[in-house]
């Protein structure tokens, strides 16, 4: 029973193949070509690196970190790099580039197609460590390969830019809304502190809270000094003598002083130490509620100033480290340096085959 016929059964059936000189010679030919074909065109290749600036969600989380809560989702989570790179690689990067080039022949959606693709093949993004990106563009053309990576580079900072502003629009009207409840909230609060002095008659309560203590202590120190005194002057007087008809007088005047004060009625000054402390406490909520107001409404305008900034350095999202230039070592066409190896190795599998051959297949005389 005859083996099967495989391909190295009508590779090694072919005349010139068991012809030893010819096989080696037509081989050899074949190699030369396809290594010339390798070299030339020569392929220039053409690179830039690229460091992304993440100035806006760096610099500005720090700014509203002060303020506590949720307020940092405003910026987003999101890596920088990968973001970049995935908008590098996009389709209306490559469509804009292969229309700045010149290479779209047509209206039709193919050749539109077609120009991509060829952006596609010639121009390749890629990450490198430390968040770089690198723009690498191949071809037969030294100037044409750096001005493809101009292009593709300034298309691409273009578009981030354009993104940017988008990005940085949406903030701002996020936090306009923010800012115009936060305004209106410090208005009412400033408003609530105003009323609550007015119908009250207090300006400072916590320093009009320690007068009236102070004024009923002087008070009380003063009765008992006064009735010490009059216990003095009953010694040597009768109850109807001048000094201790004045003692008296007096005594009942700082006893109703003192009555007036610790029952909330205000005295001239209008101050009274029991009314004012429940005043104090009423006014210090207030002034909280005040404070916070105004710490937010701060915040929202240091945020708000930040956005500000940020659109206005949107066009610097990218910072050329190294401008496009020409790879100096030797790049070779793909497919014929892959024929060429394929062929190489052929040629010393044959010289092999031939001079050790498997079973089945006769020895050729040299």
């Known amino acids: 029973m005859r083996r099967p016929l495989s391909i190295l059964d009508v ?116 990450a490198l460590r430390a968040g770089i990106l690198e723009i690498e563009v191949t071809g037969h053309d030294a100037a044409d390969v750096v001005n493809t990576v101009n292009v593709y580079s ?7 830019s354009r993104l940017s502003d988008e990005k940085a629009d949406y903030k701002r009207t996020i936090l306009e809304q923010r800012m115009a409840a936060a305004r209106e909230r410090l208005q009412n609060a400033q408003a609530a502190v105003e009323r609550f002095r007015q119908n009250n008659g207090v300006i400072t309560p916590d320093t009009q809270t320690d007068q009236a203590v102070a004024n009923l202590s002087g008070l009380r120190a ?49 101050l009274s130490a029991s009314s004012l402390g429940s005043k104090s406490l009423q006014f210090a909520k207030l002034e909280q509620e005040l404070k916070f107001a105004q710490s937010v409404y701060d915040s929202y305008m240091r945020y708000f100033e930040g956005s500000a900034i940020e659109k206005l350095t949107a066009n610097f999202n990218m910072q050329v480290i190294e401008p496009a230039n020409l790879d100096l070592g030797w790049h070779f066409n793909t497919i014929p340096a892959i024929l060429f190896l394929l062929l190489a190795v052929i040629g010393v599998a044959a010289e092999f085959i031939f001079f050790r051959p498997p079973p089945g297949i006769p020895r050729v005389a040299e």
């Open 222 to 270: 003063r009765y008992q000094a006064i009735q010490v005194q009059l216990a003095k002057l009953r010694q040597f007087n009768t109850d109807d003598s001048f000094e201790v008809r004045s003692a008296q007088a007096e005594l009942a005047g700082l006893q109703k002083q003192i009555a007036a004060s610790e029952s909330g009625i205000p005295n001239k000054a209008g």
């Open 154 to 160: 300034d298309v691409m900072r273009e578009r981030l």
């Open 11 to 126: 590779i090694l059936g072919w005349s010139w193949m068991r012809r030893p000189w010819l096989r080696r010679a037509i081989l050899a030919l074949a190699c030369v070509v396809l290594a010339l074909l390798a070299i030339f065109p020569r392929v220039y290749v053409a690179e830039m690196k690229l460091a992304p600036q993440d100035s806006d969600t760096a610099s500005l989380r720090s700014l509203i970190a002060q303020m506590g809560g949720n307020y940092a989702a405003l910026l987003g989570q999101h890596e920088a790099v990968e973001i970049d790179l995935a908008i590098g690689r996009s389709f209306e990067v490559q469509s804009e580039v292969a229309r700045r080039l010149g290479w779209v022949k047509g209206n039709s959606p193919a050749q539109f197609g077609d120009a991509v693709r060829k952006v596609q093949k010639h121009a390749e993004v890629r």
